[in-house]
């Protein structure tokens, strides 16, 4: 089992910029053999995918809808991958969950039921 803490949400306006923080640990994780992904969930609607990045190289796939303004990145050292969000918008509220799964992200990244383990979330509010 992978333990994972998100950090890092906040209240920004819009336009400005977050960075959160996923730190996984357990007994079986090593850093390569797993891949990270970034989720979030907004009042009253379904949990969506974010982005993922494979530990073992690096490669990462974004929603359509954060491609260019987020950037997910990781630190093997630390074991923990960062999702840096620029440009927020009202429409990126939602409660932010990093989630790791022993396979790689794929064409498939965004379907939930690929990952394992999840965090309990960071609440990302941005104010217009």
């Known amino acids: 089992e992978v333990q994972l803490v998100e950090s890092g949400g906040g209240l920004v306006q819009a336009g400005g910029s977050l960075r959160l923080s996923c730190a996984a640990s357990?007994?079986?994780?090593?850093?390569?053999?797993?891949?990270i992904g970034w989720f979030r969930q907004a009042p009253g609607k379904e949990r969506k995918g974010v982005s993922c990045?494979?530990?073992?190289?690096?490669?990462?796939y974004y929603a359509p809808s954060v491609e260019g303004r987020f950037t997910i990145s990781s630190d093997s050292a630390k074991n923990t991958v960062y999702l840096q969000m620029n440009s927020l918008q009202s429409d990126d509220t939602a409660v932010y969950y990093c989630?790791?799964?022993?396979?790689?992200?794929?064409?498939?990244?965004?379907?939930?039921?690929?990952?394992?383990?999840w965090g309990q979330g960071t609440q990302v509010t941005v104010s217009s």
């Open positions: 357990g007994s079986g994780f090593t850093f390569g053999g797993y891949a």
């Open positions: 990045s494979n530990g073992r190289d690096g490669r990462s």
């Open positions: 989630a790791a799964t022993s396979g790689e992200c794929n064409r498939w990244w965004d379907i939930m039921a690929l990952y394992d383990d």
